[in-house]
Nanobody
Framework: QLKLVESGGGLVQPGGSLRLSCTGS????????IVWFRQAPGKEREAVSC????????YVIDSVKGRFTISRDNAKNTIFLQMNSLKPEDTAVYYCAAGILVNYYCSGTFDSWGQGTQVTVSS
């Protein structure tokens, strides 16, 4: 059994930064692809970034490219999402999910989901 817990969300002004963490327990994450999703009220959930299990391969969607960076520290069983130059449209609940059958564009089947952390970008 794998449990994921997100942390690091909060309220920031436009242009600010946050660093989200996704920490696993129960199982090591080193063999899992991790995807960061977000969902804003009234909008569908979208994948924003993912990172491979063993390859140094990562993908971010165009709307966050150059602003968000995904990384992982398998020794700490943690995946990070560094979010810079935040915009109001980044406001959402951010979730991490773990899967094995996940493609380069973050699409696949996910075996575990965190409960989410709220990110609010507002003046």
């Amino acid at each position: 059994q794998l449990k994921l817990v997100e942390s690091g969300g909060g309220l920031v002004q436009p242009g600010g930064s946050l660093r989200l963490s996704c920490t696993g327990s129960g199982l090591a994450l080193d063999n899992w692809v991790i995807v960061w999703f977000r969902q804003a009220p009234g909008k569908e959930r979208e994948a924003v970034s993912c990172i491979s299990s063993t390859e140094e391969s990562a993908y971010v969607i165009d709307s966050v490219k150059g602003r968000f960076t995904i990384s992982r520290d398998n020794a700490k069983n943690t995946i990070f999402l560094q979010m810079n130059s935040l915009k109001p449209e980044d406001t959402a609940v951010y979730y991490c999910a773990a899967g094995i059958l996940v493609n380069y564009y973050c699409s696949g089947t996910f075996d575990s989901w965190g409960q989410g952390t709220q990110v609010t970008v507002s003046s």
